[in-house]
């Protein structure tokens, strides 16, 4: 039914090898008000000509869509692009042209965003050099071009804010998100035991075979948790993470160790956390929240981000750290992706990628 | 209503002097049983004979009346002292007889509880040396008998959960409890500033001229509270102090600067804190509990102990931090002070103090 509002726009994906030093006949996705996004988001195109000193431009390979992306083109997240914007936080592209100032990157490399709000998609795109990040060439793209956000936030819950040793336990829900299977794995290369609260389904079983392959050690439904906390067989978690709220959430402190901390990450039933006053004061439960976007800010530079890099890229060298379940859409056909990740992001996990290759 | 009961009951508070090497005649309250505290309570005596080798004899002089000692009494509080017990975590009372071991302390001087749970709501008690503390005689009594409850938790709170610095801000509310009261006296002798929010009365600028006169720099109601986050004259807090929970948590919440933190002390309103997601996600808010008796427990030896002791003494002693607006009742008529702290405490900041020396 949003469909029509489309039918006009052209979709043109060439390198214009034609015009004279490189120019780049553009396809991008453009959005000029906030809204719901199969309304206000558009195909345009435009021509790229000649880099400048410092700039460098990126031929997009493949682009992940995120919540994030979402609530960006809604108006609903903090971060506020200056309109008309192209939409996309994540992706990976190849360096094609580089700037006479430009000696951190050469044509080939591969390059991730490494700033607020780049603008992923779109097929090319001309950037200033120290926007980008350089990563291996020898990773699966699925998996680096989602790097920043699912992997790093998972990495750094479980590093910065209950201090953990190989066997300690974590729990956190909606643990089939694909930020919730980062921790799985993560974790288990770590040595800590997960605990995975998910939303009961038909195929419930297969689900938790599922997060059990990828190292999960425990997987409940909302309702099994209810009364995880007075089965004494379950160790008890140092650590929550939350990205459900509500009841959920509520349900999660109830299974914490006395000094446990909480860290919130997401909202996804949009109700509050709600925390029993003897929660703080009896059981001295910490409550803490988590965004990476300012993570990456405050700590750009630090020797934490790069050794952190360097562990999560060998993780998905050697196969321990894989993509969630994932579907490629074409930039042509990108309101697909933009519908599923709007309804389903969290209960199936299925993550979709706009794939430039095609 | 309650006091049929009380009727048979005999009161008998002098010191026995007429048996050999000291005995003592006590009155103490006693409950057998949780429950309210008008219908559990009940005085007794008891013979206290010849101290032990490390055992003192100590004369109570004055005995504060908590709402933690009511919860006790009702059996909803975490500690629970062996049936039947004695109430009263706080106290001051003169030493009166030593045993032969016990060096560190003498007779005439003045003691607190050293422990969770010590019973001070008798005239007379033997104790072992050692869960007693030796405070300076020269700090009136209403303010050393309730020193290591409220003035310890404003002192911890205000230094332990954000790094403050003078000029920076404080919310809190209750701000008229015994507690709120040492807030804002221990927050002015280090340079900080409190907003201040108290619950609407008819005598409302009684009120807060009262406790601006104890420093503080704001004070506001509820409703006034809704509105003062928009009011760009009002200074943000870097720390919010919660003993309501409920609706008054989340507007203290709202007014918090980025990476603020709310300590959470008690639930007056007895609803939950409930936190938007947000919050934690973008406004990185920690939340945190505070329960004295933990810290007083992990803390017992430590320098912070020694030194938070001293500077709230020498506060007191120089007049700085005084007692809330109280009320002495004798042993005899406890149960006003069990009645008026069930209903009042926090509304009208009146303290009930037990006073053995009539």
Redesign the interface.
């Known amino acids: 039914m949003f469909y029509h509002q489309f039918k006009l726009c052209t979709y043109i994906s060439l390198l214009d090898t034609s015009a004279r030093g490189f120019s780049y006949l553009a396809n991008k996705l453009v959005y000029n008000q906030h809204g719901t996004p199969l309304r206000v988001v558009t195909v345009e195109n435009e021509t790229l000509n000649s880099v400048q000193k410092h700039e460098v431009v990126v031929k997009m390979l493949v682009a992940p869509v995120n919540p994030a992306d979402i609530n960006t083109i809604q108006g609903v997240y903090?971060i506020k692009p200056t309109l008309p914007a192209v939409p996309g936080f994540e992706g990976v592209g190849e360096v094609v042209e580089v700037g006479s100032d430009v000696s951190s990157l050469a044509v080939g490399d591969h390059v991730i965003p490494d700033t607020q709000h780049l603008g992923t998609w779109r097929n090319y795109g001309k950037f200033n050099h120290d926007v980008l990040m350089k990563v291996p060439k020898d990773i699966a793209l699925t998996e680096i071009s989602g790097i920043t956000s699912n992997p790093c936030t998972a990495y750094r819950m479980l590093k910065d804010y209950n201090s953990l040793s190989p066997g300690d336990v974590v729990i956190q829900n909606g643990a089939n998100s694909a930020c919730g299977q980062n921790v799985i794995q993560i974790a288990r290369h770590w040595g800590l035991k997960t605990i995975n609260i998910v939303r009961n389904r038909d195929d419930i079983d297969k689900l938790k075979s599922y997060l059990k392959s990828l190292g999960a050690d425990y997987v409940f439904t909302e309702e099994e948790l209810r009364n995880i906390s007075r089965d004494a067989s379950i160790p008890k978690p140092k650590l929550a993470l939350n990205c459900v709220?509500g009841n959920s959430a509520t349900n999660l402190l109830r299974t914490l160790v006395s000094k446990g901390v909480m860290?919130?990450?997401?909202?996804m039933s949009r109700e509050?956390?709600?925390?029993?006053?003897?929660?703080?004061?009896?059981?001295?439960?910490?409550?803490?929240?988590?965004?990476m976007t300012?993570w990456q800010k405050e700590n750009k530079e630090s020797a934490e981000r790069k050794s952190m890099m360097n562990e999560l890229t060998e993780m998905m060298r050697t196969g321990k750290l894989a993509a969630p379940a994932h579907k490629f859409v074409t930039l042509k056909n990108f309101q697909e992706a933009l519908m599923n990740t709007m309804s389903i992001q969290g209960k199936s996990g299925v993550k979709y990628y706009i794939d430039f290759r095609q």
């Open positions: 903090p709220g860290v919130t990450y997401g909202g509050p956390v709600q925390i029993p006053t003897s929660a703080f004061i009896f059981k001295d439960i910490t409550l803490r929240g988590h965004w300012r």
